[in-house]
């Protein structure tokens, strides 16, 4: 069922915290497993100058069975009615909750804004680096991303790809949500490519480049991801060289100083062709209350990006939010 939370600024709490529906871990959904009960409504966090949805991506397709967590939909009250729309995608087992600072900053600079779920098992890098064929990660992200079945590598399914999962998320907004204008986001039956930007970190930020160079995004922002080659003969992925259907003056990207692949991930956006202005190599620290989860854990790749460890300024604000905004924009 969907659960839709209208927040006004007295706003404190999404909905009961009695509500709870089954979610399967990271783990459990790649290897089918049984889902675990959690409660989301209590998960996400309130958002005083807007709107939140959240949105299975089995309700908005009930063929999609696995990767299961909540997408999230946000928005600004008083949004411009034809705003472009702004899609992040997390990390490798990560959630679109995961990026939830993010979400509300491209909120609150003027996009509306889906926090969208994928199937984001194996990444390139652990597939694909290893492999000497050089069009490993060519035929990995054209499956998974539009469901082409040209990979023995993984098992995504066609109805489980990215562009489906977006496609039925809109085709599911614009049904229940009619009036709010998610019906200008398609165009027969397809994503509308030029009205909507897409944003990732990590493999998510592969996801992004890869559409971008497929079709003509709105924009695309890049957290320290598409590092793809193949690591035996140091040869770049053939996508990461082709001439990109977004124009390059649409495209931005980070990554942080301290992150282990910090240096591919810089010669990545090089080849790339990403204008040098539109590149920053972050360098704070990490915020003061964070812990790794493990001693072995690359703390720095997600901290531009994740709400646990995201730096903060002195009143409790991302300190990163003055880049966020340089790689938002203005929304036209």
């Not at 989860?293 to 903060?312: C, E, F, K, L, Q």
Request: hydrophobic letters at 40%; charged letters at 15%.
């Amino acid at each position: 069922m969907l659960r839709a939370a209208m927040f006004c600024a007295a706003a404190t709490i999404l909905a009961a915290a009695s509500v709870t529906r089954a979610v399967a871990s990271p783990a459990q959904q790649q290897q089918g497993g049984a889902p675990a009960v959690v409660n989301p409504a209590a998960q996400v966090p309130p958002f005083p100058e807007g709107v939140v949805y959240t949105v299975s991506p089995a309700e908005a397709d009930p063929q999609v069975k696995r990767f299961l967590s909540d997408n999230i939909v946000i928005y600004k009250h008083g949004v411009a009615k034809d705003a472009p729309l702004m899609v992040y995608f997390s990390g490798t087992s990560g959630t679109p909750l995961t990026g939830w600072l993010f979400l509300e900053a491209a909120a609150k600079a003027g996009y509306r804004v889906i926090g969208l779920e994928y199937d984001n098992g194996s990444a390139v890098p652990v597939v694909c680096g290893p492999n000497p064929d050089p069009a490993c990660s060519d035929h990995f992200r054209q499956k998974r991303i539009f469901g082409d079945n040209v990979s023995k590598d993984i098992d995504d399914l066609p109805e489980e790809s990215v562009v489906n999962r977006l496609t039925k998320m809109l085709v599911y907004l614009d049904a229940h949500h009619h009036a709010e204008g998610w019906g200008q986001y398609l165009r027969n039956g397809a994503p509308n490519w030029p009205r909507i930007g897409f944003a990732g970190h990590s493999q998510g930020g592969g996801v992004a480049a890869y559409i971008a160079k497929k079709e003509p995004v709105y924009r695309v922002i890049v957290l320290s991801g598409a590092w793809d080659r193949t690591e035996v003969t140091k040869t770049w992925a053939a996508w990461i060289t082709a001439k990109s259907a977004t124009p390059m003056t649409r495209w931005y990207a980070a990554c942080h100083a301290k992150e282990s692949r910090s240096e591919p991930i810089q010669a990545a956006y090089k080849v790339l062709g990403i204008p040098p202005s539109h590149v920053r190599v972050l360098k704070l620290g990490l915020n003061p209350g964070y812990q790794s989860p493990s001693p072995n854990a690359d703390v720095y790749h997600g901290s531009m990006i994740s709400t646990m460890s995201t730096p903060r300024d002195a009143a409790g604000n991302p300190a990163y939010a003055a880049d966020w905004a340089f790689f938002l924009g203005t929304p036209k």
